[in-house]
Nanobody
Framework: QAQLAESGGGLVQAGGSLRLSCTASGSRFRIDTMGWYRQAPGKQRELVARISSFGSTTYADSVKGRFTISRDNAKNTVYLQMNSLKPEDTAVYYC?????????????WGQGTQVTVSS
């Protein structure tokens, strides 16, 4: 199963931008869909965006038009460009990656990166 390492979180003012990165390593099995989720204090983890290995994307309604997910398959890296950030985007952002290992679906998670948007 792949190990995921996220980077790019931080503190930004409302209206600002951040770019998150997540790189998968340590597995010889193909990385399928990769995604970003977030969890705010006292709330459940929720989907932000996902991208298939072919580039098909899905976004949460709350981030459509502001966030863009992309990936570099050669680097096993997924990105999340976040523009027009709002205080309600404050959360820990987690990267995940789906694989099929010996016919069994597996999902890996990163350790999370904090995004804080000040008003």
């Amino acid at each position: 199963q792949a190990q995921l390492a996220e980077s790019g979180g931080g503190l930004v003012q409302a209206g600002g931008s951040l770019r998150l990165s997540c790189t998968a390593s340590g597995s010889r099995f193909r990385i399928d869909t990769m995604g970003w989720y977030r969890q705010a204090p006292g709330k459940q983890r929720e989907l932000v965006a996902r991208i298939s290995s072919f580039g098909s994307t899905t976004y949460a309604d709350s981030v459509k038009g502001r966030f863009t997910i992309s990936r570099d398959n050669a680097k096993n890296t997924v990105y999340l460009q976040m523009n027009s950030l709002k205080p309600e985007d404050t959360a820990v952002y987690y990267c995940n990656a789906d694989q099929t290992i010996w016919g069994v679906p597996r999902t890996s998670w990163g350790q999370g990166t904090q995004v804080t948007v000040s008003s």
